[in-house]
Nanobody, 124 residues
């Protein structure tokens, strides 16, 4: 069983930064592409970013491109989402997930394991 545990969420003012972490329970983590999604109250879940198993490729939603950076440390079984220039519309619960595909994908249906989520609140 794979467990993903997110951390690093919190309350921050607009323009501020947060770094989210996603720690995986198994060493097989390093063989999988990983992704981040978010869900705001009353809204559907949306793709944020994805990273290849090696960390060499990334893909971002247009809404976060240039502000968010996704990275990973396979030795620590951890993925990091650095979020800068945060906006109130970034407020959501953020989830990390493990992809089942070789290519990077923004479709939540192609992810098999999900964390419990971490709340990010950006005040104006």
């Amino acid at each position: 069983q794979v467990q993903l545990v997110e951390s690093g969420g919190g309350l921050v003012q607009a323009g501020g930064s947060l770094r989210l972490s996603c720690a995986a329970s198994r060493r097989a983590f390093s063989s999988y592409n990983m992704g981040w999604f978010r869900q705001a109250p009353g809204k559907v879940r949306e793709f944020v970013a994805a990273i290849s198993w090696s960390g060499g490729r990334t893909n971002y939603a247009d809404s976060v491109k240039g502000r968010f950076t996704l990275s990973r440390d396979n030795a620590k079984n951890t993925v990091y989402l650095q979020m800068n220039s945060l906006k109130p519309e970034d407020t959501a619960v953020y989830y990390c997930a493990r992809s089942t595909l070789i290519s990077l994908t923004s479709s939540g249906d192609e992810y098999d394991y999900w964390g419990q989520g971490t709340q990010v609140t950006v005040s104006s």
